[in-house]
């Protein structure tokens, strides 16, 4: 862990079914085994909506 104050964070593409573990799982090999890739052609794009 790091000290207060000296937090690092990035961006993580999941698939949805890995929201909740990654967001509760204190096992550390479970959170790096969804660190994937994430395959090109199941992402989806949109416009962004007014005022965002």
């Known amino acids: 862990m790091r000290k ?3 937090e690092k964070r990035a961006v993580v ?3 949805p079914d890995d929201w909740e ?3 509760t799982t ?3 090999e479970a959170a790096r085994a ?3 890739l994430y395959p ?3 992402m989806v794009t949109e416009p ?3 005022g965002m």
């Open 4 to 6: 207060p104050d000296d």
């Open 13 to 15: 593409i999941l698939r």
């Open 40 to 42: 090109a052609d199941e």
């Open 26 to 28: 204190s096992n550390v």
């Open 34 to 36: 969804m660190l994937q």
């Open 21 to 23: 573990e990654w967001l």
């Open 48 to 50: 962004a909506q007014a």
